[in-house]
């Protein structure tokens, strides 16, 4: 038995064998050749083509295996290999920083997004009647955090309504910079929206953020690893970044970005023993027994990464956005919810006459295509997200899908 006909037989849905499709007749030949080598580097599902890469993404086999040999290694003598061995940190750090755009001392290594911005939510002092402006398409555990504050803190949260899709800058602007008020105190801004492929430009709200000594969070969650960018050109108090969407990392892998001067302004979610200055960023890592092989396998994810570098990965993800959703938006009842220009691999498409979850259900019942059903604030659809494994052909299946609906 192979290693994937072992894994698929892990799993309890039924296997198809996959037959590789025939190149795709678009395909031209060097550039379609080293992403075919890229896709070679995943153990990918016998059959079933994962366009729902934006939950959570595989990690390439380099990654798997070099998280297997630590965890193997420290389960010889936990205390000893993963302390005084494995635990090294800094590397990692100062490499995620560089990819940032970020002084490592900037960078937290934390489990995800949500423990990163939630430390950031619960960890700012704000006093009743403080406002706050977030957008009702934000991530709903950043919603749920904030309404928390609100019922314990009394503080008050403006919701902004984002008319999307929209490549008008202006426009995704505007509704911001509108809800600032003498008692606003804190902006929460998702960078790249995860139920459309939305970006915002989040730079020109934090300009104006700062002009006004505003704190910014920003929700990086989608955008870091995905397309190019910089924390310190963004110019944001604070950020959340999960590895294992784009950068490829081990599942429960994420980054704290805070801005120096702004690290002794947030109480850590986990209370840090006294002796770590209070502007020291590790502050923000002082969770307990962890494990280390999942964190230091962030290394080889690195390496994985570093070797497409960002913008061609980016420039990749964004023509297999364009590879499919041109096509689809040929066929009469198809429309989309993602803009054109301000967008990544990520995109959102309506088709009358199916509810979000149902057309789910059956794109994966009936072409075994693994897409995810969207219905949070008035935005309903299904997102398909490729990733720098996802061949042409597989998009193509989807076209098929979509032509025969
Ligand atoms: C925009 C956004 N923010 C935060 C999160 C939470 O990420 P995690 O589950 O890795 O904490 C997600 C997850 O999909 C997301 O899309």
């Known amino acids: 038995m192979d290693r994937r006909t ?65 965890e193997l290694a420290a389960n010889e003598a936990p205390a000893y290999v993963m302390w005084r061995l494995q635990d090294q940190k800094e590397p990692i750090r100062q490499r995620l920083a560089a990819i940032g755009g ?45 309404k928390q504050r ?12 984002l008319l999307l899709p929209s490549d008008d800058e ?29 970006i915002v430009p989040v730079e020109q709200i934090i300009k104006e953020a700062r002009r006004r000594g505003l704190f910014t969070i920003v929700d990086a969650a989608h955008s870091y690893a995905h397309i190019p960018l910089d924390f310190h050109a963004m110019g944001c108090d604070a950020a959340g970044v999960s590895l294992h969407k784009w950068l490829c990392a081990p599942f429960g892998t994420g980054l704290l970005y805070v801005r120096k001067e702004r690290i002794k302004d947030i109480w850590p979610l986990f209370a840090a023993p006294p002796d770590r200055k209070s502007d020291d960023i590790r502050k923000f890592e002082h969770l307990g027994t962890r494990s280390i092989p999942t964190e230091q396998a962030i290394a080889a994810a690195l390496d994985f990464h570093e070797r497409m570098g960002i913008q061609r990965k980016s420039e990749r993800l ?58 949070w604030a008035g935005l309903q659809g299904i997102r398909i997200t490729p990733h720098v494994y996802t061949a042409l052909w597989e998009l193509d299946r989807l076209l098929e899908a979509l032509q025969a609906l």
């Open 170 to 198: 202006e426009k995704l602007i505007a509704p911001y910079l509108d809800a600032i008020t003498t008692r606003t105190r804190v902006i929460h801004l998702t960078h790249l929206i995860n139920w459309t492929g939305q």
């Open 6 to 70: 072992f894994l698929g037989s892990l799993l309890s849905l039924p296997l198809i064998p996959k037959v590789e499709s025939p190149t795709s007749l678009s395909e031209p030949s060097d550039e379609e050749d080293f992403w075919r080598a890229i896709r070679a580097e995943f153990m990918l599902h016998p059959s079933i083509i994962n366009l729902n890469n934006g939950g959570v993404s595989p990690h390439p086999r380099s990654v798997v295996e070099a998280l297997f040999r630590m």
């Open 102 to 146: 970020a002084d490592p001392e900037e960078i937290a290594i934390v489990r995800n997004s949500t423990e990163a911005l939630e430390t950031v939510i619960f960890g700012l002092d704000l006093r009743a009647g403080d406002e706050v402006i977030a957008a009702e398409s934000d991530y709903p555990s950043m919603v749920a955090a904030w």
């Open 318 to 375: 964004r023509f297999l956005r364009r590879y499919w959703l041109s096509e689809a938006l040929k066929m009469p009842k198809v429309r989309s919810l993602t803009p054109e220009r301000l967008a990544g691999a990520l995109a959102t498409i309506q088709v009358e006459g199916w509810t979000p979850q149902r057309l789910a259900d059956h794109l994966l019942e009936k072409y075994r295509l693994l897409v995810v059903g969207i219905d």
């Open 150 to 161: 609100e019922a314990r803190d009394k503080i008050k949260v403006r919701w902004v309504r």
